[in-house]
């Protein structure tokens, strides 16, 4: 897969001037529109009506009146508030990377498997006479994240604090929340569609085969931030399948997670050289 990197999956759809459009940046357009017309929508129906009712997603509605749209719709009924700004943030900014990493296809069918992981369970739930609704992307977009996390644990984030960290406090703060207040649907679907993006990760080889990438890091150079890394970069090998080769074969036995943080830097530093030539050269 990472050897395919020259791919056209891999360049955004098109662009607008100088800014790339992926599929993550049309995804956040979608909700944002969706979000805007909701909130325009229940304005004019009054504070009584809510004509979005439909859309939300019940295993009593889809188990007896067969609405099986709402697998889609609830996750583009959001309200507008500050949250939903950090959640748009975190899908463009991390979404972004996966789509990069992936591929445009691969990063589809991981986006279609958590959008629909939720409500199938949900209505298997339903069977068993246990009603559930739910609506919002919160939790998909927060396994958005955690795919980020997933291939890239040691990347640097807030005040320089390690992806897998930020994840994993992110995650107790969720679950203790859910956890006060009995909310036990919300916790058990953060909790699947975390696990669904890891699945759907292993299904495409981009998981660490061990757990060296999610120890504290040995290297002998103290962290630095992604800034400094890129500002002392060096210049990609003349000959960038020969430099990467060595690595991709270790990654074909171990796994991506067996390479360590200047052999990850080089595999970054020959993406971007890959992509630079095919660009020059249409």
């Known amino acids: 897969m990472i050897a395919g990197r020259h791919s056209e999956d891999y360049y955004p ?38 004509p979005f009712t439909p859309l939300i997603f019940s295993n009593t509605e889809i188990l007896q009146s067969f ?81 980020f996390v ?23 703060i969720y679950s203790l929340s ?12 953060i909790w699947l569609d975390c696990a669904c993006a890891v699945f759907m990760l292993r299904l495409s080889g981009a998981t660490n085969a061990s757990l060296e990438a999610w120890l504290p890091d040995r290297d002998d150079e103290p962290v630095r931030s992604v800034r400094r890394i890129r500002r002392r970069e060096q210049p990609p090998e003349p000959d960038v399948h020969d430099s990467i080769d060595p690595l991709l074969e270790k990654i074909s036995k171990h796994g991506i997670g067996s390479l360590t943080k200047r052999e990850r830097q080089r595999l970054e530093e020959a993406r971007e050289a890959l992509l630079e030539r095919e660009k020059h050269s249409h």
């Open 150 to 172: 997933v291939i890239y644990p040691n990347a640097e984030l807030f005040f320089s604090i390690q992806a897998k960290w930020v994840a994993a406090i992110l995650l107790g």
């Open 67 to 147: 609405k099986i749209w709402q697998f889609v719709t609830y996750a583009f009924v959001n309200q507008p508030t500050i949250w939903f700004a950090v959640e748009m943030w975190m899908l463009y900014a991390f979404g972004r990377e996966v789509e990069k990493f992936l591929g445009r296809r691969a990063f589809l069918w991981l986006y279609l498997a958590l959008l629909l992981a939720a409500p199938v369970a949900l209505t298997a739930l339903g069977l068993a006479h246990v009603p559930a609704v739910l609506f919002g992307s919160g939790a998909i977009h927060f396994a958005i994240f955690t795919a």
């Open 178 to 189: 859910y956890l006060a207040h009995h909310a036990w649907v919300p916790l058990g679907v």
């Open 13 to 50: 759809i098109t662009w607008v001037g100088r800014f790339p459009i992926y599929v993550t940046t049309l995804l956040v357009i979608i909700h944002v529109i969706a979000m805007i017309a909701a909130a325009v929508a229940m304005s004019i129906s009054g504070p009584d009506s809510d």
